[in-house]
Every structure is written in structure tokens, then in C-alpha cells.
């Protein structure tokens, strides 16, 4: 029998397993997947990321401290910070090097073995997994489902009942480029309905193109690509379009007995950008933690696991609310209301108070959402907007309070 069982070797199942495993814990990995790592997904981390989970530097295909954004209107705003505050990173190559280091301590990983039952009773956890053509059983004192987004295995822990949680959908592709050198946002109907679309160097010939928004993406990723093309921003095709979910708000409850639950199964991705990465690996280290106290007093009960939920929401429970309402807030606002918005926002006196700030990070937005609400020029901007954004103006700033 094993410590744990950890299904899904993404950002959060790898962190988790390496801690565990560096402890001496007996651990088994379980992804259906050959690839490690291999999700859709652009790759952007903030630098902060890049320090508390160390990323090889030939990993790094650039270090960015800058982005132009482009309103529903088609005007330009350049920011550019004094220091870095992100990286742009091979994700796969990334995610690979925490797995082989978590095997180097002595995870054992089974790729290729799909989850698809959970069973307990007072002296283990048994997981029913499928591989190849044969079925087999996994069991240990502990399950921690990092196995992303709209997992089913959440339903199967007893962890979510009725619909399903908040969510967007992103599509990606990868292309060749000309004309562009920096990360390029893309805000407005046209492109994603109430979200938006970007372009990411990866290097100066390939860039990822994708966008994402609550609403269904019915070809808007096609015609972002021919918008782009006609500019000479794309030259061509490298691999056809792929979608997957982001979770947008955190499932009620992250633990049970002998479970706890990471990353984007948990609901933790920024509601703000989508980006999922760090939170998912700070959540499996606060898993591991968690698992860690279990096995040293012996109680693997969700009373004694609820320690890990409070850890999380003490960490960034405040920034997926914060988040969430200013999501809300940014889709209520029509495409002519945002062109004021980003206007304001974006002019050069206030992005010293906002993104240029020496308290603004990649990674926790919440201060500066806050900030952006109550700032003297934007707080009556947004408030002059109407009946149909001020309820969500009224909830996000009341979310900064509690
Ligand atoms: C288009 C797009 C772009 C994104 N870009 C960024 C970005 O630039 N930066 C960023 O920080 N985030 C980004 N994200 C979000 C980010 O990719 C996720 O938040 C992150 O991967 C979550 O990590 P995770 O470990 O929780 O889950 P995942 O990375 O999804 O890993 C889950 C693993 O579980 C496995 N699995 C699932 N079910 C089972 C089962 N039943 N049995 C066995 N294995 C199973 C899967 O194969 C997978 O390997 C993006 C997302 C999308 C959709």
C-alpha cells in the first residue's frame, strides 16, 4: 500500500509528489497521459513562481517586462515595467523536470493509467485505474485529485453535487510570426466575447494565438488568426487549434476523509487571466503539508485535513474572490464603456498608481483591482457607467471589505 495516491501529473500533482517523496513517503502518480505536462496552455508564469518552483534557465524562452493592450476601438496602449514580471516557458519541458525530479526521490509514476473509480473505508483509499487493456486497483492511506479541470473524480469524492462550477473556455494555437515581438492582449466582442485574445512570443518564428471567454467560441479563434494575418502579425499555421476548460471559482469543499484536492480540480486558476500555474503548485505543496501532518498523527480524517483549506484561503482564497468579482465586473461593461475604461486605465499617470506600481505583481492582482476600483479618476468612471455595471462595481468593492 502506498502514503498516497496523486491522480494528475500536472504543476500541482508533480509539487505534491516531489514534496511527499523528498519526505521518504511512498507515493504512485496516475495520468492517463504519456506526455507528462503536455495541456493546452501558453506558458506564461510570473517571476515569483520562477522562485518559489525553480524553472531551468534553458527552459526560459524569454523574460518579459512589458505588453501592448489593444482596445475594442483598435487604440494601443504600450505598459512596460523597470523589472521583469514575467516568464515565458517551455510549460512541457517545465512540468517534466519537477516529475523526473519527484522520481529521482522515489515517486513511482504510472502513465497511461486512467482513474476512473474511488473507494473507501476506514483503513484505505482504493482507486479503480484503467491501462491499456487491463483494469487494476491502486490503494493508500491517502488520494490527493490534482487532475484538472471538470474532473469527475470530484463528484466521485462526494466533493461537488449539482451543476457544475463557474467556467471559461480557452482555444490555442500555435503559429509562425512576422511582425510582432512582444505579448500582445486583445480586449472586445469581435475577438472574445466579454474576454480577451493574445499573442505570445514564444521566440522570434512562433508565438501561441488564443483566447478564452465564458461565452461559446464559435470560430472567433479563426477570425482572430485572419485579423492577425491580414496585419502580417502571423505568417502561418504550426498545429491546429486545441480548447480546454478554466476553472473560475473554487469548488465547495477541497477535502474529505483521506482526499484532498489541487489546482485546477480545486478551482484555482486567477479568475482575472486564467492563469492556473502557481496557484496550482502552491496548492500541492500545501497538499503535501497537509498529508504530511496526516501520516505523523495518524488521522485521515476530513478533520484533520480541513487544516489544508484553511492554508489556501488564508494564501489566496481573498484573491480568487477579489478576482472573480472583477471578472464579472470587466464582462459587464460593453465594448464602448471598456474603450473609456482603457482609456483611463492605461493612460501613463494612471498606470503609476496601478500596473507600474512598485506593489503590482503578475501574480496577485488583487491590491490592484482594489486600487483600480477606489482610484480617484476610475471608481466614478466605472460608477457613471449604469444600472447594468453598477451591481457588480457595488460587489467587488464589497468584497474587499470581508
Ligand atoms: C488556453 C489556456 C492557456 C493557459 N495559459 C496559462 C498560462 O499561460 N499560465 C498559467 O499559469 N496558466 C495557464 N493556463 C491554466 C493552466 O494550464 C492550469 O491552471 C494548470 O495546468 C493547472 O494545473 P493542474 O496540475 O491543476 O492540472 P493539469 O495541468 O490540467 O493536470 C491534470 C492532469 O491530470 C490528468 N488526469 C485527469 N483526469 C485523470 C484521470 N481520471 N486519471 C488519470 N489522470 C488524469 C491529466 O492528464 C493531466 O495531466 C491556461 C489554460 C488554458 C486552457
Redesign the pocket.
Known amino acids: 500500500m502506498y502514503d498516497a495516491i496523486i ?7 508533480n509539487v505534491a509528489a516531489l514534496r511527499l517523496s523528498s519526505k521518504g513517503h511512498r507515493v504512485a502518480v ?4 504519456f506526455d507528462i505536462g503536455d ?7 510570473g517571476t515569483e513562481c520562477g522562485e518559489a518552483f525553480p524553472i531551468p534557465s534553458e527552459l526560459i524562452y524569454r523574460q518579459a517586462n512589458s505588453a501592448t493592450f489593444i482596445s475594442p476601438n483598435g487604440r494601443e496602449f504600450g505598459v512596460v515595467s523597470r523589472r521583469d514580471q514575467a516568464l515565458v516557458v517551455d510549460r512541457v519541458a517545465y512540468i517534466n523536470e519537477i516529475a523526473e525530479t519527484a522520481m529521482n526521490a522515489g515517486a513511482s509514476y504510472h502513465l497511461g ?4 473509480g474511488i473507494e473507501m473505508d476506514d483503513t484505505s483509499v482504493r482507486v479503480r485505474v484503467r491501462a491499456s487493456n487491463n483494469s487494476t486497483t491502486f490503494s493508500a492511506k491517502l488520494l490527493i485529485l ?4 471538470g ?1 469527475p ?1 470530484i463528484r466521485m469524492a462526494g466533493l461537488r453535487e449539482g451543476k457544475d462550477g463557474d467556467f471559461m473556455m ?3 494555437t500555435e503559429v509562425e510570426i512576422g511582425n510582432v515581438s512582444d505579448t500582445e492582449v486583445y480586449v472586445g466582442d469581435q475577438i472574445a466575447p466579454e474576454a480577451f485574445g493574445w499573442i505570445v512570443p514564444l521566440d522570434e518564428s512562433r508565438a501561441h494565438v ?1 483566447l ?1 471567454s465564458h461565452h461559446p467560441l464559435n470560430g472567433h479563434l479563426d477570425s482572430f488568426q485572419s485579423r492577425l494575418k491580414e496585419r502580417g502579425k502571423i505568417l502561418d499555421d504550426i498545429s491546429a487549434p486545441r480548447r ?3 476553472p473560475l471559482k473554487p469548488i465547495p469543499r477541497t477535502y474529505a476523509d483521506r482526499t484532498l484536492v ?4 480545486a478551482g484555482f ?1 486567477k479568475p482575472t487571466t ?5 496557484y ?1 503548485m502552491l496548492s500541492g505543496q500545501m497538499a503535501a503539508t497537509a498529508a504530511i501532518k496526516a501520516f505523523e498523527c495518524g488521522d485521515f480524517s476530513a478533520a484533520q485535513l480541513k487544516g489544508y483549506e484553511d492554508d489556501w484561503k488564508k494564501v489566496f482564497g481573498h484573491e480568487l474572490k477579489v478576482g472573480y468579482y472583477a471578472r464579472l465586473l470587466f464582462e459587464s461593461m460593453n465594448d464602448t464603456q471598456l474603450d473609456r475604461m482603457m482609456e483611463m486605465f492605461l493612460s501613463p499617470e494612471v498606470q503609476q498608481d496601478t500596473v507600474l506600481s512598485s506593489d503590482f505583481s503578475f501574480d496577485w492582482h488583487g491590491k490592484t483591482i482594489l486600487k483600480t476600483v477606489r482610484h480617484q479618476e476610475l471608481g466614478p468612471l466605472i460608477t457613471s457607467f449604469g444600472a447594468v455595471v453598477a451591481p457588480f462595481f457595488k460587489r467587488l468593492i464589497r468584497s474587499s471589505i470581508f
Open positions: 491522480v494528475g501529473a500536472g504543476p500541482a500533482g496516475l495520468d492517463w497521459r495541456k493546452l496552455c501558453t506558458g506564461i508564469v493509467h486512467r482513474v476512473s490534482s487532475s484538472g479541470f474532473s473524480l480557452g482555444a490555442q488564443g478564452m480546454w476548460g478554466i489541487t489546482g485546477d480540480a486558476a486564467g492563469g492556473g500555474i502557481y496550482a
